[in-house]
């Protein structure tokens, strides 16, 4: 089962913060955040384990709450580079795959 | 350069003449997926192998077929397909064979048109 992202869409003037959530109905091992550009693959962001949390940019970080089976992706100081679209993706603790949630769209403009 | 490589990166074809999609990666990774990108929808699993010889269905798996018969190739094939297989489609690999804490790498796509 897919997890929810929220916003679907968001909108940032350059300098902006902004927050993106993801949900899931199972208990979660990790969850992933890849960023999109049109036109071009999925890119690694950070990993978020079970037990842990991990920070991969520095602007750019995440939480997970293992109670809630919820993910928060964190753009501080957004910059024009961080518009696209950001896919999370999760790992059931019963299964051995991702399942990627239906994406939010990022627009930061000048 | 550690990559995925997909071909072909556009293919227009016609409804029922077989096709295959080739996915290779140079990283001795142990796990690697089909994806399938539409609109609205987000990524959305087609097959995955956790090993070689060994695969299993994802969430959209009718109409396709896959293969792992060496570590680096995972090729997907449409034995008829039709327009409702029209996608973009992306192949991932992962160092580990769970892949739920390791990165997904991505090839750059391949966009298919079925008419």
């Known amino acids: 089962q897919q997890p929810v992202q929220s916003p679907q869409a968001v909108i940032l003037r350059e300098g902006e913060d902004a927050v993106i959530n993801c949900s899931s109905s199972?208990?979660?091992?990790?969850v992933h955040w890849y960023r999109q550009k049109h036109g071009e693959a999925p890119v690694f962001l950070m990993i978020?384990?079970?037990?842990?949390e991990q920070k991969g940019h520095e602007k750019i970080s995440a939480s997970f709450n293992e109670k809630k089976q919820q993910s928060s992706l964190y753009l501080t100081a957004s910059q024009l580079s961080y518009s696209g679209t950001y896919f999370c993706g999760s790992g059931e603790t019963s299964g051995s795959r991702l399942t990627f949630g239906e994406g939010t769209q990022l627009t930061v403009n000048p | 350069e550690a990559q995925v490589t997909q071909n072909p990166r556009y293919l227009i074809t016609v409804t029922g003449k077989k096709l295959t999609v080739t996915c290779s990666q140079n990283?001795?990774?142990?796990?690697m997926s089909w994806y399938r990108q539409d609109p609205g929808l987000g990524l959305r699993q087609i097959y995955y192998?956790?090993?070689?010889?060994?695969?299993d269905k994802g969430d959209v798996p009718e109409g396709y077929k896959v293969s792992r018969k060496e570590k680096r190739n995972f090729p997907l094939i449409l034995e008829s397909p039709s327009p409702n297989q029209t996608s973009l489609y992306f192949c991932?690999?992962?160092?580990?064979?769970?892949?739920?804490?390791?990165?997904?790498?991505f090839g750059n796509g391949t966009r298919l048109t079925v008419t």
């Open positions: 192998s956790m090993n070689v010889e060994v695969t």
């Open positions: 991932a690999s992962s160092l580990y064979s769970g892949a739920l804490n390791s990165p997904l790498h």
């Open positions: 978020l384990l079970k037990g842990g």
């Open positions: 199972k208990a979660l091992y990790s």
């Open positions: 990283m001795n990774h142990e796990y």
